[in-house]
């Protein structure tokens, strides 16, 4: 009884007259895919808290929606919100002035813009590390590209005033501690105060079209594309403009922070010697078609996918049919706007009977390729940015 009202977070009125064996209500299993009107497709990897993710071929779409946008949790989902009583407070040592708006306030006093904005957990890839990384163990689903209407962060920050001295921005937000200890915070990050200051970084308060789903943010979340994805506070009503880096709940340690130089997997690193992670990598996803597609032979293969890179653009897509021996352009389009995904598509003669396994490799207008294998190895398993594959029989 006693674990069971712990489990609830409050005494178990009547408990005494429960049937033994009874499964309170509270304590049932909710059908996540109801609950977040998600696709049955998608895989949760994790309850407590909700973490879930989309396979390849669900993110198909130009845009995601929201039945195929992976949920990131690292604390409890904020219940019962009142959005005519939500509160945005902008403070902080490099703050001119501390001020609060409502989401009335930011709707009707600052312009709007909407911007398509591609969203990646630094941990997606998370499970191919060895030695494993702690921590939800994402394949490759976990990242999306939907269209975030909002204000621009740095008209907010530059109405309140930024001082001299400012140098980040880090969020606090109505999400609660899996202890349920409110004097913790799940999660409180942020981005460099140039990154704050981007036009595309916005305090959005719909995703496409529509207000914000809980699971996602609502009814105001902090949207800095192109960054992991942990430094886009959902349920934001605190923006602190720091004189200093942010050292909010996972800022330091091995928190979304890699070995700044490479380091032999399973080394043990050093505070000193770790970084907070910036912009993600060049990456790409063959969305179409599913892994394990049966084609007819003498058929044409027709693959498409989306290709992004962190703050840059992707210049190439490339697929392979051979193992990487060698490789054939794809075409691609250019972003909607920056730090959107992009979309690349492929016409493959497929000319043998058998198995073939399709290989896309993107590259960034830096020059930079996806790695065909596992990049550095780190300790919480951030960073995979490896090319994707998918098998397909030609019968
Ligand atoms: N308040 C709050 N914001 C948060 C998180 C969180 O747990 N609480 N998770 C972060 C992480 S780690 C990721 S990857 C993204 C996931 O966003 P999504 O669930 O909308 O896909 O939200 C970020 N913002
Ligand atoms: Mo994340």
Known sequence: MAAMAAAIGTDIVNGSLMPSAYQPLALQQADPFKLFNKDSEMTVLNDKPWNIEAKAHLLNDAVTPNEYMFIRNNGLIPQNID???WELTIDGESASNKKTYSLDDLKSRFQQYTYQLTLECGGNGRSEFNPPAKGNQWTIGAVSCANWTGVRLGDVLRDAGIKEDAVYIGYHAADVHLSRDPSKEPISRGVPIKKALQDETLLAFKMNGDDIPLAHGYPLRLVAGGWPASASGKWVNRISIRNKEHDGAKMGGTSYRVPCEPVAPGAKV???????????????????????AVIKKGKTLTIGGHAWAGELEVNEVKYSVDFGSSWVSCQLSKPTNRLAWQHFSAAIPLDATGYYEIWAKAIDSEGKAQPMVLPGWNPKGYLNNACHRIAIKVV
């Open 270 to 292: 050093e505070d000193k010697d770790m970084c907070i992670i910036t912009a993600m990598p060049v990456k790409s996803l063959i969305t179409f078609p599913k892994s394990g």
């Open 83 to 85: 959005s005519s009583a």
